[in-house]
Structure formats: C-alpha cells, structure tokens
C-alpha cells in the first residue's frame, strides 16, 4: 500500500495551489448568454464539492481545512456575489441544472441564497427538468443533487443507473477517454463522491475490482493526469481500495512543486488565465483523490493494528 504521507502530500500542495490562485475562479458577467455566460460556473461548483469531501473525511490538516474554508468564503463572496450570480444565471436560463448543480454543495457547507431555492423547488415543478437531454451519467448525478437538496428526485436514482455505460459492464478493452470520464463520474454518483462505498451495486463494485488497475496502468502509461486522478478516486470509493503504489507514485511525482497538477504529461504554457483553465481540474481532482485516499489508508491501518 502506498505511503500515507506521500498521499497527503499531493493534496497539500494542491491546495495551497488552489488558494493561490483563487482569482482564477472567475466569472464574465458580461459575455453573451448565448455563448456560455454559465460555462464559468462549473470550476466553482467542483471546488465546493471536492471541498465539502475535504471538511466531510477530516483528514485534513489545520492549514489545509483553513485555506478550504477562505477558499469557499473567496469565491461565495467575491466571485458569486453571496448566490446573487447564481439567481442571475437561473434567471438568464431557467432550465438549465448548472446555478442548482452548484449551489447544492454550497447549502450543504453552510451557505444560503433563499430566492435560488425558491427558484429551484418552482423549475423542477417543470416537465421540462424532467425533459432536459443529457447523458445518462449527468442525469444520474441531477437526481442524486435533487435527493441532496431535499427534493424528490425526478426521475428516481434506481431507474437511471441501467442506462450507464459502467452499469451494463461491457467489453473493458473498449473503454475511452470520454468513457472512462463517464466511469468515474457514476461511480461519484453512486458512493455520493466516497461516502457510500457500498452505494455500489455488487456487480459493479466486482467489474471495478477485476479492471480499474488495468485502466489505471493505461492511463499512467499515457501519462493523462486528469483521468488518471479521477481513477483513483474511483479506487478510493471501492468496498475495497488497492491504493496503487506505481500509480500514487507516479501521480505525485508529476505534480509541479508549487502544487499544480498538469492534464496531460507536462504544464502548459501560455497568459496566467489561459494556463488556470487548463490546470485547475487536474488539481482539484489531485486534492479530491488525496482526501478519499488518505482517509482510506488510515482506516486501513487503524483496523489492521
């Protein structure tokens, strides 16, 4: 099993990455709605989760909890302008999940915008919630955000898992990048992103056991950071994690000395936003992963003393 310090580490430097390169969490406010003015969202939401598994695991340390919470506090604040930017973007779109799928971890974490949970409960009223076309996998992650948020969830979770690719485990020689992404985010969906392991139904849980190490030595041997972080995510959410020592190795050891975690092979280059872009999902998947992992090692080693 791998080193715990050398797990705890990564997510340390990311981050201290993050924090210090929080005005990378931007929005444009003023770009035409019909070229994505809620495509800016998304970084924040995944900050907001990946830091709610942070305060959720406790494995973190004093520095580590604190620049999690001035994190959330930074981009609340500055960036959503305390939710006033998700009522807008609910407003700019109303059938769009992306201002809910964001707030939800935020409410969970202690933060409140009435007027966008007003909004919430009336649009998914709406059949178009139920309408909205979208992968398996993301309508599976729209209910499981419905159940979190105190909604009943349309359509109900059992009903949805089938439809995914890991679910019907195919050929796994067959898998790919987009796949492999939609791999991952099921089982984010299904463990409620670690803390439900046995949320896994059996067959998938014994497909995952029999090919996720191949999957992670493929994409080592690619050196896809991004997927790669992921994927031991995915390990770490299993009844029964390895806790691959080539690959946590590896992983660390691409990780740059200021904390950033480049996609693929090596960091990018190019204006400081450009480069924020490209970098901060890897990262926070290296924070997310090393959160889960560590708590995992650690419980491994209190029942084995």
């Avoid at 409410?107 to 649009?123: H, I, M, Q, T, W």
């Avoid at 050929?171 to 796949?179: L, S």
């Avoid at 439900?196 to 994409?219: E, S």
Wanted: charged fraction near 25%; glycine fraction near 6%.
């Amino acid at each position: 099993m791998t080193d715990t310090r050398l797990i705890h580490t990564v997510g340390v430097r990311a981050m201290e990455w993050l924090w210090a390169h929080r005005d990378g969490f931007r929005l444009e406010p003023d770009v035409d709605p019909e070229t994505g003015f809620l495509e800016r969202f998304k970084p924040i939401g995944e900050l907001a989760l990946i830091c709610r598994v942070l305060f959720r695991e406790g494995v973190a340390g004093s520095r580590q909890a604190e620049l999690a919470r001035r994190l959330l506090d930074h981009v609340w604040r500055e960036t959503l302008d305390g939710g006033r930017m998700l009522v807008r973007g609910q407003r700019t779109e109303p059938a769009s999940p992306i201002p809910f799928e964001v707030y939800v971890p935020f409410k969970e974490l202690g933060y409140s915008r009435p007027d966008l949970e007003r909004a919430v409960v009336l649009n998914h009223r709406l059949d178009s919630w139920v309408a909205f076309e979208t992968t398996p996998t993301r309508r599976l992650g729209l209910s499981a955000f419905q159940r979190r948020f105190g909604l009943t969830p349309r359509p109900p979770e059992a009903g949805l898992v089938g439809a995914t690719w890991l679910a019907r485990t195919p050929e796994p020689w067959t898998v790919e990048g987009h796949t492999a992404y939609d791999v991952t985010h099921t089982v984010f969906h299904l463990t409620d992103w670690g803390e439900n392991p046995d949320g896994l139904p059996p067959g998938i849980a014994d497909y995952l056991a029999a090919w996720l190490p191949v999957w992670i030595d493929d994409w080592l041997d690619l050196e896809r950071w991004d997927l790669l972080g992921e994927l031991l995510v995915v390990d770490a959410c299993l009844p029964h994690p390895t806790l691959d020592e080539p690959a946590w190795q590896a992983f660390a050891a691409a990780q740059q000395p200021d904390g950033a975690m480049p996609a693929v092979r090596t960091m990018p280059e190019g204006e400081p936003d450009e480069v924020f872009d490209i970098v901060y999902h890897p990262t926070l998947v290296a924070a997310f992963a090393s959160f889960l992992a560590t708590s995992r090692a650690l419980s491994a080693l209190a029942h084995a003393s």
